[in-house]
């Protein structure tokens, strides 16, 4: 695997992501951005991840992400991003299916509020800088003398 390929990969889908929940947030589609900013958190914590080790297929990379800190390969700024990747990892599945709400199923439209929406878009925009930050100082070239 090319990490830094894979890397700029994500990033760039994270960034793809990104945009399309801030699109969708002009039209109040709250389901829609929920379902694109928990994308874009995820691929921003796997582009990460992906400068180190093969990412997990899973939608809450957390605790690999929280290994990485913890091994001291990143940082504990960090730390913060890896509550966003777990508190976001299960709107991936009530943005499409909906969920369980005080003892009854509940639609993706009854769950994804634009207060929820708002919150993910931007943690979203954290996640993405943060990580964009440090795979491009990850990867810079060494300046030759």
Known sequence: MDTKEEATRLLREAKED???????REWKDWVTVV????????????ALISCFEAFEW????????????????????????????????????????GALKNGRWRSPSELCTEEVAQVLLNRASLSLDKASEFVSTFFKEPERQ
């Open 35 to 46: 379902h694109y900013s928990q994308l874009a958190i995820e691929k921003s914590a796997k």
């Open 18 to 24: 990104l945009h399309r929940a801030t699109r969708y």
């Open 58 to 97: 899973t939608h809450n990379p957390s605790e690999q992400l929280a290994k990485l800190v913890r091994k001291n390969l990143l940082d504990d700024r960090f730390l913060e991003m890896v509550s966003y990747v777990r508190e976001a990892a299960p709107w991936h599945g009530r943005s499409t299916y």
